[in-house]
């Protein structure tokens, strides 16, 4: 007796136990929003390509400086054979050749561009734009990962509301197959009433079993986003996610014209490309240079160099390049055309998605108001039904297809409530508002 107590205690500790691995955490849509651009992969690493193209721009535009060089030698030598002629009229008699056994040479050199075709300042403005671009993107993808906490916040929160209805509804059928099952003992309703309620509570099982399914994958796919334990269940409450304010709803295109950050990424992008051209031309004009120098010379017992200063210009032209230059140039143009003809693709497109969004929202509002009066409509047929049946004048058919009825509508109330407020954000992230709303 006392081992079975034991085994029970130790049961109920396991219990606890499995229970309290399940760290249950409330989370509102804002705070899931920032701990997702905290957390996520695709924005650190658009941060990353932001990062890098701030560097490459500091790179280029580093070629501004001069070109400063030191270098210094030092060279032994051994039994070098030197001969030493000059016009002196003792040149034809011999001389002893000086001992040279050692070299030491030390250099510095100095060079500043000053005109390379424009080369410089336009490779400047390519690289400033395209870092302007990235950080476009950077937005962008924050702004695509906010919309995606969201449809799994929206579906986590309508996957919770069904479970949470069809719980009540599965204690109903359980307590109508218990009523039924005296009323078939004491010979009022026929076992045939009896298998139909008790079907219905199979049928309610399986909706339960599949919602909680789903519930399950929903609420590790958030968490996976968010980075957080995979065991944590996230509990949303309904003032987490209904409070909202749809001021200023966007009703066209042109906020998404003006704020949606892929297509100002283009638009940098273009700029870019338009100063890559100016780059490309460059090779047809020469390049000038301010050039300097110092140099020590010290060749041992033969001649020593000290303070030997050089400075002028210096002049270069790849003649060359009057002839290979043009492709270069054409291959600049052609990509600043891809540039522009993406720009135009995705304009036609964001006006597709913001058309889409704006229809979608309003379908939402007009069905959440359908389903609130199929909700009032369904609760009052049931009522008059459950009259009907329980004076008699109506079958259990009727009775269960009011209940089923009254289940369905309560639901899809629940869940237009639900897709009014996903369909909004989805307008707000097609016109390039989302961020704002987060206060990025």
């Known amino acids: 007796m006392k081992a079975n107590h034991l085994i029970l205690f130790g049961t109920i500790l396991l219990g606890i136990s499995s229970v309290e691995a399940q760290e249950k955490k409330s989370l509102s849509l804002d705070e899931a929003v920032h701990l997702a651009w905290d957390k996520s992969n695709e924005v650190n690493l658009a941060n990353a390509k932001v990062a890098t193209k701030k560097y490459e721009l500091q790179s280029v535009k580093n070629h501004i400086y001069p070109d400063l060089k030191a270098s210094a030698q030092y060279q032994r030598l051994t039994k070098a054979s030197v001969n030493l002629k000059s016009n002196s009229s003792d040149s034809g008699s011999d001389s002893k050749a000086p001992n040279v056994d050692q070299l030491v040479l030390g250099q510095i050199t100095a060079n500043l561009p000053i005109f390379s075709g424009f080369k410089l300042q ?90 909680k399914s789903d519930l399950s994958v929903i609420n590790y796919e958030l968490t996976n986003l968010l ?9 949303i409450r309904e003032s987490d996610f209904y409070n909202f304010e749809t001021n200023n709803v966007p009703v066209d295109e042109n906020p998404a014209l003006e704020n949606r950050k892929d297509l100002e990424a283009l638009r940098f992008e273009e700029k870019a490309s338009q100063a890559h051209i100016k780059v490309a031309r460059s090779g047809y004009y020469p390049s000038l240079s301010l050039i300097g120098g110092y140099t020590t010379l010290d060749l041992k017992n033969v001649v020593t160099v000290q303070n030997a200063m050089n400075f002028g210009v210096g002049l270069s032209y790849n003649i060359s390049d009057i002839f290979k230059n043009g492709t270069e140039v054409k291959i ?15 304009t036609d497109y964001i006006k597709i998605q913001v058309q889409q969004a704006i229809e979608e929202y309003d379908l939402a509002q007009k069905q959440n108001l359908v389903y609130t009066q199929a909700v009032d409509q369904a609760t009052e047929n049931y009522r008059m039904i459950k009259d009907k049946y329980d004076n008699g004048l109506s079958d259990t058919n009727d009775l269960l297809e009011a209940d089923v ?4 509508a309560k639901i899809n109330k629940a869940l237009a409530k639900a897709n009014i407020i996903q369909k909004y954000y989805n307008l707000l992230s097609v016109t390039g508002q989302l961020n704002q709303t987060f206060k990025l």
Do not use: C, G, H, W
């Not at 009323?183 to 309620?197: A, F, G, Q, S, Y």
């Not at 980075?227 to 509990?235: C, F, G, M």
């Not at 009825?405 to 369905?408: A, I, K, Y």
């Open 332 to 346: 600049a143009k052609s990509k600043a055309a891809e540039v522009q003809n993406s720009e135009m693709l995705l």
């Open 227 to 235: 980075k957080l334990d995979p065991k944590t269940i996230i509990e």
């Open 405 to 408: 009825e009254q289940l369905s």
């Open 122 to 211: 336009n490779s400047i403005k390519v690289s400033d734009n395209l870092y302007q671009a990235e950080t476009a993107n950077a937005l962008q993808t924050k702004e695509e990962t906010a919309m995606k906490v969201i449809n799994y916040y929206a579906a986590l929160y309508k996957a919770q509301k069904t479970v949470e209805l069809l719980n009540e509804n599965y204690k109903s059928a359980q307590q109508r197959v218990k009523d039924f099952t005296e009323l078939e003992k004491n010979e009022i309703v026929p076992k045939n009433d009896l298998l139909k309620t008790q079907l219905q509570l199979s049928k309610v099982q399986l909706s339960l079993d599949k919602a």
